[in-house]
């Protein structure tokens, strides 16, 4: 018998494939289609699970698959809700999701990552500090919608409602994997989670945000932005040299031209770096040329890195500069300050 190493993991054959294969082992089709249900629908990690298939063919495909699922490694409980769990991976690498409930807006927003490390380096970041593993696969991002669904259903009695690809990694340096995820999730015949409830957040990779378009995808947009200028962003984000924030704010505008999607802008607010009121005038010339809402989150401060996070004075009066001009904004208190709530703190730790 092959050895788990060799078997091929069933989640990575397409449709198509998988039928072709159930066909070749002489079985029926709609076998293959009671597979992908326990797969997709119902998120299966072993084929122990699908008792609606007779013992010989679950042996059959025990001899032939494997399913890489992915498993709970630690569970950090926060005194505000957030719960952080770092994942591990079939070959051993850690990566890590967070649930953050609302409950009094019954709003339950997982956050999942799509790298193992990242290559982009932002200075601000702990995943930042780790080297770019590997790209996850659609599964293992499915994996953590999955997972943390469970949680959100055991611990506040709902399930998710919200999905951000805002965790470990550059979700467009993984476009494929990213956008077969949001497809897996989305399937009427799986999860059937709306498009309109996932948000994708990126560093500004401006080709990529024009691919989105062309591809006319149904999610919404975040562009981590963090400055007003290119100076500032320069020093912060290295990707921004690269894509500067004209080219990013054309490519941002023709995503908005395209696809009519929602689009938010993240700024994180550092302790006199970027949290005065010319920065704000900088960052509302940004807000002019299409609909976009302004997420202004704390900082949570990681070792090893010289932000602070800013005092509240100073980020209520940043806020209420663009909200008196017409800008809606959101300012997300950092939650989870009690665990290691900053994204790669936790799959960092060793
Ligand atoms: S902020 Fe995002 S893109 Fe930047 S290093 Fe961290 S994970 Fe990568």
Avoid at 125 to 142: P, W
Avoid at 219 to 243: C, T, V, W, Y
Avoid at 245 to 250: C, I, K, S
Avoid at 336 to 342: E, L, Q, R
């Amino acid at each position: 018998m092959n050895s788990s190493i060799e078997k091929k993991d069933i989640r990575l054959l397409g449709h198509d494939a998988l039928l072709a294969t159930f066909v070749e082992m002489g079985e029926k089709k709609f076998r293959a289609k009671q597979v992908e249900e326990w797969l997709w629908a119902k998120g299966a990690m072993s084929f122990d699970e699908m008792t609606n298939l007779s013992k010989p063919l679950r042996e059959k495909l025990e001899a032939h698959f494997v399913i890489n699922g992915i498993t709970e490694e630690t569970v950090q409980f926060s005194n505000d809700g957030t719960i952080k769990t770092r994942f591990k991976l079939h070959d051993g690498s850690l990566i890590e999701s967070v649930l953050i409930p609302v409950p009094r807006d019954k709003r339950f927003t997982v956050c999942v990552s799509t790298q193992v490390g990242c290559s982009l380096t932002c200075k601000f970041c702990a995943t930042g500090k780790m080297k770019r593993v590997r790209n996850l696969d659609a599964s293992e991002i499915f994996d953590q919608f999955v997972l943390v669904n469970k949680q959100a259903l055991e611990h506040f009695g709902h399930p998710l409602t919200n999905i951000v690809y805002m965790g470990m990694g550059e979700p467009l340096l993984n476009y494929k994997n990213t956008l077969k995820s949001i497809e897996l999730i989305s399937n009427p015949d799986g999860l059937n989670f709306s498009p309109r409830r996932v948000t994708v957040s990126t560093a500004g990779i401006s080709k990529m945000i024009r691919k989105l378009a062309d591809d006319k995808v149904r999610f919404n947009l975040a562009l981590s932005l963090h400055a007003g200028d290119d100076l500032k962003r320069d020093q912060i984000m290295p990707i921004n040299e690269q894509n500067n924030l004209e080219v990013l704010m054309d490519s941002i505008e023709y995503f908005y031209q395209k696809t009519k999607n929602k689009i938010s802008y993240e700024y994180i607010t550092f302790q006199n770096f970027n949290d005065s009121i010319e920065d704000a005038q900088k960052l509302l010339k940004l807000c002019k040329r299409f609909p976009v809402k302004v997420n202004i989150i704390e900082y949570n401060p990681i070792d090893g890195s010289s932000f602070l996070k800013s005092a509240e004075n100073r980020i209520d009066e940043f806020a209420k500069y663009l909200t008196t001009r017409g800008v809606t904004v959101t300012v997300r208190r950092s939650r989870g300050k009690d665990i290691d709530a900053a994204c790669g703190q936790l799959a960092n730790k060793t």
